[in-house]
Structures are given as C-alpha cells and as structure tokens.
C-alpha cells in the first residue's frame, strides 16, 4: 500500500540552528500537506503543495514539493523556542475518495535547546 | 468560538468494555474523520464521514464503529474487539482555507488508556 516516509524521526538543534525534515512518498501525490503539532497538543495545518517544483515560504519556514510529486521538505531558519512540536507532512491516500482522508508520515519531533 | 470539541480529554477503560468518545463541530462542515496517533506513527485513519448518515471505513477501522445522525456530531466507538486500543484519538473536520487547500482541523484529542 501507499507509504510516505519521514526522516529523521527525531532532531535536537540548538536554538539559532536551522532544521530540515524530508518526507518521501511511495507513489505520486497530487498535493502534500505539512501539519504541527505542539507537545501535548494537536495538529494544525501549515501549508499544501500542489505544483512541481512548488517552493512557498513562511516567514523562517520554507516549503519545498519535489519535481516528481513524491518529495517534500520543510525548512526551518535560525530555529527559535516556539518551533518545538511534532512535523508532520500527509498526501491524499491512494484510491481516497475524500479530500480529508490522508497518509501521514510518521513526523518529524523537533527540540530546540535555548 | 467555532471548533471541534472532543471529550473526555482522558478516559480509562477495563479491557473487554466499549468505550464511546464524543466529537462535536459547530463550524457547519460535511465531512469528519477520526485519526488514532501512537508514538512514532504518525495518524492513522479509522473512519470517516462525508454526509449525514453516511461513513465510510478507513485503514484500520477493525474494532471500531461510529455513527453519524446529525451533522454536528461523529461519535467513535472503541469496542473490546480492538485489540490494541490503548492511544490518542484525534477527531476532524474538514473545510478550505483562502488558498484553495482542503485543511482538516482538529480536535484537542481524548487519550484512552486501557488497563
């Protein structure tokens, strides 16, 4: 079945550092989406891809969708202390017949250290 | 204020008891899911509902059941035919944002501990 794949599963920067996850897709994806997701909290949406190649910014974060529709990253600049939280990315499911049903990798837990 | 509210935040179960966990939406949207999260999983889809009346089974539906009688609420029931039923349970709605994405929002969660 569709897999997507994220990597590193955790990272530990020190605040300032930059930070990057990739997400990998075992099939092509019409659009990936990133979600956050705070300690003790739930996921909120960031961001969707849609185009190849697509780049979108977020003030320090950088969004990045692969030529072939099955890669993305996230980029974070100069983390800082609020960055903490779980990265998710997600694409719509394979054979999904609901814009809402998704396949989530397994997220990115990103700690900064002041 | 417009949101999902998902309760209890925390329940307890005995091993062979069912358990319903409530998910509730006043932001008018068609279309709910419920997600379980276990560590390093990422969220997985157990069901989903397009319509009033109407759901459909997701990846790993085995041991659940819901119900969808009015469009504000998507209840999950955890039966004792789950074997492994111990982990978050995340509801969600879906809507568009100005963008043109198709963005679920979630609810708090309900964690459910089985002992």
């Known amino acids: 079945g569709q897999q997507v794949m994220q990597i590193p599963q955790y990272q530990h920067v020190q605040e300032g550092e930059d930070f990057t996850t990739y997400c990998n897709s075992s099939?092509?994806?019409?659009?990936i989406q990133w979600y956050k997701q705070r300690p003790g909290g739930h996921p909120v949406f960031l961001i969707q891809l849609v185009k190849s190649g697509e780049v979108k910014k977020q003030k320090r974060l950088t969004f990045q969708f692969g030529e072939a529709k099955k890669n993305s990253s996230l980029h974070i600049t100069a983390t800082q202390t609020t960055d903490v939280g779980t990265y998710f990315c997600?694409?719509?499911?394979?054979?999904?017949?609901?814009?809402?049903?998704?396949?989530f990798g397994q997220g990115t837990i990103l700690t900064v250290h002041p | 204020d417009g949101g999902i509210t998902q309760s209890p935040k925390y329940l307890f179960r005995k091993e062979g008891q069912n358990v319903t966990l409530s998910c509730e939406q006043n932001l008018n949207h068609d279309a709910m899911y419920w997600y379980r999260q276990d560590p390093g999983q990422g969220l997985r889809l157990i069901y989903y509902?397009?319509?009033?009346?109407?759901?459909q089974k997701g990846d790993i539906a085995e041991g659940y059941s819901v119900s969808r009688e009015k469009k504000e609420s998507f209840p999950l029931t955890v039966t004792s035919a789950q074997k492994n039923p111990t982990a978050f349970y995340l509801c969600a709605s879906l809507s568009g944002d100005t963008s043109g994405a198709n963005v679920l929002t979630f609810g708090a969660g309900s964690r459910l501990t089985v002992l």
């Open positions: 099939t092509t994806l019409s659009n």
């Open positions: 997600a694409g719509p499911s394979a054979g999904g017949t609901s814009y809402g049903k998704l396949t």
């Open positions: 509902s397009q319509i009033v009346n109407d759901f």
